[in-house]
């Protein structure tokens, strides 16, 4: 147990009040007051402290006229969008895009490149810095002052100290210090954290989850993986590796995944190897609508299925059987009130949530009791991008970042 001072105290609650109003909507001091406890003159003193560091500004709202005459208007509390700044970087297999955001976690400007085949950490780290130029560049950083810049990258990652270790299959790269990199070229904090865990943040922050204290985001792209809040508390365990069921074994005579173990969930389930699956059932002669297609992509199985294509909709039955397991297992270990769907699944939308809920009836622990609704996350597949962002906010709304 620790103790805390005065010092500390305010800074808790001045942290706190600020992101009642950077994530919700027509804030008041009253609603502040309602749901922290603290006095009118603490929320007085906070708020005025707020404004005049402009991280928050007063607007004035409309009010209805009551018997006949207008009544006085409400003033509430908004995030000030004019002088302060985040900067977010999304780092996968392929691509890496990076945003500039405001506090209220709207993206100003986007940015995205793509990565060789092979890329050498010199070429990997030019395309990086390049990028997060190439947002500056634009014109919307102009006086103003970036908060940080919030990474948020495949994994495994030393997450303490801002180093991507060595992802599967990504272009042979490891021990990447990528927060350090950053850190150098502009002159600002750097906060790291894996894809899934930053996308279960964005769904905390600003998503469907602002008022869920137990979920899980499961994104399913090149990989498998989930971000876990637990008691409206990340859960990243010792050195942040939680949350990896796509290397839970769900056939332990399974091949062997490059994370070491065999039969892991994302071997059958990822978006690529679904892919790999409708090419080689046309090859074989199988009668689909997406034979006509020079290359096929997610996007065409969606809308094939869409249509009615027995083909994709057996690709993407089969995609969500799978899922389902994992999703079993992760229930059954910790009994989230809902799970959120993100990354490159949530482009297929009912398609998914419908068969997953189906396959998930009457397999867990908790079944009987109640079900867990299996939903799409609030930002699709922008998830991990609006994540980036949301891993700076969460520094800022609990007061680490220096300055602040």
């Known amino acids: 147990m620790l103790g805390s001072n005065h010092h500390s105290t305010k800074l808790q609650n001045r942290s706190l009040v600020l992101k009642i109003i950077c994530t919700r909507t027509n804030v008041s001091r009253i609603d502040i007051a309602r749901q922290t406890g603290l006095s009118k003159m603490s929320i007085t003193n906070i708020v005025s402290e707020l404004i005049s560091d402009g991280l928050v500004v007063e607007q004035t709202g409309q009010t209805a006229a ?22 977010g970087l999304y780092i996968s297999r392929d691509h890496a895009t990076a945003t500039l955001s405001n506090l209220k976690c709207e993206i100003l400007c986007e940015k995205r490149c793509a990565f060789e085949f092979e890329e050498s950490e010199i070429s990997f780290t030019d395309k990086i810095k390049s990028l997060v130029h190439s947002v500056l560049d634009t014109g919307v950083a102009s006086d103003k002052k970036i908060i940080g810049i919030g990474v948020a990258s495949i994994g495994p990652l030393d997450i303490e100290n801002g180093i991507i270790l060595e ?30 865990n930053a996308a279960a943040l964005a ?3 600003y998503g469907k989850a602002v008022n869920i204290s137990d979920f899980a985001y499961v994104g399913v792209t090149n990989g498998i993986g989930s971000g876990i809040i637990a008691d409206n508390t990340l859960f990243a365990g010792d050195m942040g590796f939680s949350g990896e069921i796509g290397h839970t074994s769900i056939n332990f005579e399974g091949p062997k995944c490059a994370c070491g173990n065999t ?3 994302e071997l059958y389930a990822n978006i690529p190897e679904i892919v790999s699956q409708a090419g080689k059932s046309i090859i074989l002669g199988m009668d689909s609508g997406l034979s ?4 096929i992509v997610w996007t065409d199985i969606i809308k094939y299925a869409g249509a009615g294509d027995k083909l994709a909709l057996n690709l993407i039955d089969r995609l969500c059987l799978y899922i389902s397991i994992g999703l079993v297992n992760l229930i059954n ?13 949530a482009l297929a939308g009912n398609l998914v949530t419908e068969r997953l809920q189906s396959y998930l009836k009457d397999k867990t622990i908790s079944s009987r009791y109640k079900s867990v609704p299996v939903e799409i996350s609030a930002f699709g597949d922008k998830s991990p991008i609006i994540g980036s962002i949301a891993i700076v906010m969460d520094k800022l709304f609990n007061g680490v970042i220096p300055g602040f």
């Open 263 to 265: 039969g892991c969930l």
């Open 167 to 196: 992802p599967p299959n990504f272009h042979k790269l490891k021990s990447i210090p990528i927060g350090n990199i950053l850190e150098k070229e502009f002159k600002c904090a750097v906060y790291t954290d894996n894809d899934m």
């Open 333 to 345: 270990m910790f009994d989230p009130q809902i799970i959120y769907l993100g990354h490159d699944i």
């Open 203 to 205: 769904e905390k922050l």
């Open 66 to 87: 009551k018997n006949g005459s207008i009544g006085r208007k409400p003033v509430f509390l908004s995030p000030g969008a004019d002088r302060h700044l985040a900067i």
């Open 292 to 295: 006509e297609l020079d290359e």
